[in-house]
Nanobody, 121 residues
Framework: VQLVESGGGLVQAGDSLRLSCVAH????????FGWFRQAPGKERELVST????????NHAESVKERFAISRDNSKNTVSLQMNNLEPEDTAVYYC???????????????WGKGTAVTVSS
């Protein structure tokens, strides 16, 4: 399974970005997906997840009111809509896929290479 992210960039605080992840697989609907991020000098953290079974979602407390994850099974795509971005959101964002419920990196079977998001104040 190959995961290819896009949509990162440099924005100002308060702006929005939409990240996309295209999954090159014939079994897209059998995976849970997640977005992780890693800021310089910090550990990779789970941001948002979406299940394969009913597309239920979960978000980290720090982004719950601002980010939304979605999936389009017809296009093998998972998206992360990020609104009201803050400088603290600056990180490399990684798309992840797993056959288990994703609660952290150990449940991830496949990783994308990441897309960088920089939020200036």
């Amino acid at each position: 399974v190959q995961l290819v992210e896009s949509g990162g960039g440099l924005v100002q605080a308060g702006d929005s970005l939409r990240l996309s992840c295209v999954a090159h697989t014939m079994t897209f609907m059998s995976f849970d997906f997640g977005w992780f991020r890693q800021a310089p000098g910090k550990e990779r953290e789970l941001v948002s997840t979406i299940t394969w079974s009913d597309s239920s979602t979960n978000h980290a407390e720090s982004v719950k009111e601002r980010f939304a994850i979605s999936r389009d099974n017809s296009k093998n795509t998972v998206s992360l809509q990020m609104n009201n971005l803050e400088p603290e959101d600056t990180a490399v964002y990684y798309c992840a896929a797993g056959t288990q419920t994703i609660r952290g990196p150990s449940q991830v079977d496949y990783w994308g290479k990441g897309t960088a998001v920089t939020v200036s104040s």
